[in-house]
């Protein structure tokens, strides 16, 4: 039985927990939240994970494995100080990693600790390509999120436009990954997550999309390279709590859990 920590009780945390309810070898232990978010949290964990207790930090003994589904700050608080002490960590938040350091300052807390922290795939596939073809040499990675008008509430988008009366296809964003993650950190998960398996958050070229001809989130990644070149297309539906990120986030990270107890893994 491997002992959970989660860090995040929203949508994604939410549809995490949903999922795991009938697996036998994850029990999870632990639901983090601040101190604001605990009423919120215990509701759920009433309903999903009746086992779990709420607490404002990972608790430092009797946890396996901490996963991460609340952004920036969380990565700070929860992931960085799990790591130092040998515990290994699953980040859902790969469009963080755009802070200037952050990468480093994971790595070096998982070598301290003597651990591994494992950074999911989340809305997009073809990662173990991309990864696989860095290694013999790639000259090219460019992504493209097209997603409907709604997707982009909230966001920079909103600048100079009226999202509800977009009436065609209309660029929001054109350059590179980290910048991409920076100025939209809900929509760009995926940006960073081909960056950082590719060729890095400033040599991935990103164009941001808004469509109202579009009812799901449309993920496009061009790759070329020494192994030749591949595209890849996918039409992913919005979690149904959230539309700026995708379901199949939430199913990459139960995979990435499952497959800390499988037998069998691919």
């Not at 920590?5 to 983090?32: F, H, K, N, R």
């Not at 963080?96 to 480093?104: Q, Y």
């Amino acid at each position: 039985m491997l002992s959970i920590a989660l860090v995040g009780c929203g949508a994604i945390g939410t549809a995490v927990l949903e999922l795991l309810q009938a697996d036998a070898g994850l029990s999870v232990a632990a639901i983090v939240v601040p101190a604001a978010g605990a009423v919120d949290a215990q509701a759920v964990a009433s309903r999903l994970a009746p086992r779990a207790q709420v607490a404002g930090a990972v608790p430092t003994e009797g946890i396996d494995l901490v996963v991460e589904a609340a952004g920036h700050a969380a990565i700070e608080a929860h992931v960085l100080p799990a790591l130092k002490r040998g515990v290994p960590c699953i980040v859902a938040s790969v469009g963080a990693l755009s802070a200037e350091g952050l990468p480093e300052q994971l790595e070096a807390a998982a070598r301290d600790g003597g651990t591994q922290v494992q950074l999911i795939a989340g809305a997009i596939g073809a990662i173990d390509a991309l990864a696989a073809a860095r290694v013999g040499g790639l000259a090219l990675v460019r992504y493209t999120g097209r997603k409907p008008p709604h997707a982009w509430k909230g966001t920079p988008a909103e600048e100079g436009r009226q999202l509800d009366t977009l009436a065609e296809a209309t660029v929001i964003f054109e350059g590179s990954a980290r910048e991409a993650a920076r100025r939209f950190p809900k929509n760009a998960n995926v940006a960073a997550t081909v960056s950082l398996a590719g060729l890095g958050l400033d040599a991935t070229t990103v164009r941001l999309i808004a469509d109202p001809a579009v009812a799901e989130n449309v993920h496009t990644v061009e790759a070329e390279g020494a192994f030749g070149s591949f595209e890849l297309t996918m039409r992913n539906q919005p979690l149904a709590a959230n539309p700026k990120t995708s379901a199949l986030t939430v199913y990459s990270a139960v995979r990435a859990l499952r497959s800390r107890v499988a037998p069998l893994v691919i």
